[in-house]
Nanobody, 114 residues
Framework: QVQLAESGGGLVQTGGSLRLSCAASGRIIRLNTAGWYRQASGKQRELVAAVTRDGRTNYADSVKGRFTISRDNAKNTVHLQMNDLKPEDTAVYYC????????WGQGTQVTVSS
């Protein structure tokens, strides 16, 4: 059974930085697309950033230039470096990994205060 362990969330002031990490335990045959999603209170879940196996990335317009997604295929890990955080970034962030199936983390809270 594949399990995802997330870390790095927390409370930070406007302009601060956080680094989210997601590591898979269990057997993943071949990691394809990896991504981070977020869901703010009362809002729909949205894609924040994604990275393909060959390193291609895409970002939500609201985070371009501030967030960076990266991955380590050998270790089946993915990271999200978040800089210049804003209150509107406050949300629960979810890791998503894909091989033949899709796996989701339990979510980690990121709160950005004024």
């Amino acid at each position: 059974q594949v399990q995802l362990a997330e870390s790095g969330g927390g409370l930070v002031q406007t302009g601060g930085s956080l680094r989210l990490s997601c590591a898979a335990s269990g057997r993943i045959i071949r990691l394809n697309t990896a991504g981070w999603y977020r869901q703010a209170s009362g809002k729909q879940r949205e894609l924040v950033a994604a990275v393909t196996r060959d390193g291609r990335t895409n970002y939500a317009d609201s985070v371009k230039g501030r967030f960076t997604i990266s991955r380590d295929n050998a270790k089946n890990t993915v990271h999200l470096q978040m800089n210049d955080l804003k209150p509107e970034d406050t949300a629960v962030y979810y890791c998503n990994l894909e091989d033949l199936f899709q796996y989701w983390g339990q979510g980690t809270q990121v709160t950005v205060s004024s």
